[in-house]
C-alpha cells in the first residue's frame, strides 16, 4: 500500500517536471504563439511582444502549474488573456476618443429622422451571395475593408467570429456596456457594408 | 409616441436592430419593429442581405488565415531565449 502511493507520487513528479519546462518552451512554442497572435492583432511588432509578455508571466506563474492541462494549452490561455487586455485597452481608448470629440461617427449614414442618407444607401452588389461567398475579389476587397476599420472593432470582430464569444463575454472583457457594444457592432457593420459597395460597384 | 410612420423611416434603429438580431435574441417589440420596417423598407432589405452575407465572409476571412506560414525570426528567438534563462 505505502509502496504503491510512493510510486503514484513519484510518478505524478516525474510527469510535472516533464510537462514544464521553460528551457525548450522557445523552440516548441514561439512560432505558434506567434501566429496564434498575429492572426489576432494583425500587428508584427505587437505580436512579437504579446509573446515575450506571454513567457514572461508564465515564468512568474510556473508555481501555478498544475499539469491539469497541456504546456501549450496553458501558454495559450496566458496569450489570449494578453491579448484581450490589448484588446480593452483599445476599447477604453476608442470610447474616450469618441466621448471627448463627441463625434458621432455614423451620423453622416443617416438623416436627422434615421433614414438613410441616400448618397450612401445600400445598393445591390450585383453578385447572388453563393458568388460572392467564393469570389476571391470579393474577398480580397472585404480584407481591404476590415484593414481600414478602426483597430477597436477589429477586435471586435475577432472575438465575435475567431473566438465565437457570446455578446455578454466580450462586453466583460472588454468593459463595455451592453449598449455601447450593440452602438459598436452597428457602426462598425455599416462602415464595412459602404466600403465594400464603394469599392466593388 | 412612436408612430408607425416613425418606424417606416427610422432605417438606423432598423439596421441597429438587424445586427443585434444576428447575435441575440430581440425581444417582441423589438422584432415587430424590425419586420415592420423591412416590409416597407427595400434600401434595409438589401442592408439586411448584405449584413449576413458581411459576416459570413468575414468569419471566413479570418478563419483562413495566410499567416499560417509566418515564423518568429532566429534573432528574436535567441533574444527570447536569452531572457528566459535569465529569468530561471
Known sequence: MNSKLEDKEIHGES????????????????????????ERVQS??????????????????LMDFEGRSSEKTWLIAILKNKIYDNFRGKAAAFIHSNA??????????FNDD????????????GLEDPDAIGNKEFHNILQKCLDKLPAMWLAVFVMRYMEDEKAQVICKELKVTASNFWVIIHRAKVNLRECLQKNWR | MITKRKIR????????????RQMTKLTAYEYFYMKFHLTFCSMCRIFQKQSKLITQITKK??????????KLDEKFKEQLQALIEKKL
Open chain 2, 61 to 70: 476571412i479570418l478563419h483562413l488565415s495566410d499567416k499560417s506560414k509566418f
Open chain 1, 44 to 61: 508584427e511588432e505587437l505580436a512579437k511582444d504579446l509573446v515575450q509578455e506571454t513567457f514572461l508571466s508564465a515564468l512568474e506563474k
Open chain 1, 100 to 109: 471627448q470629440t463627441g463625434i458621432d461617427q455614423e451620423r453622416v449614414f
Open chain 2, 9 to 20: 423611416t427610422d432605417c438606423e434603429k432598423a439596421t441597429f436592430l438587424i445586427e443585434k
Open chain 1, 15 to 38: 510527469i510535472n517536471r516533464r510537462a514544464v519546462d521553460p528551457h525548450l518552451w522557445v523552440s516548441r512554442y514561439a512560432d505558434y504563439l506567434y501566429r496564434y497572435a498575429l
Open chain 1, 114 to 125: 434615421g433614414h438613410w442618407n441616400l448618397k450612401y444607401r445600400p445598393l445591390a452588389f
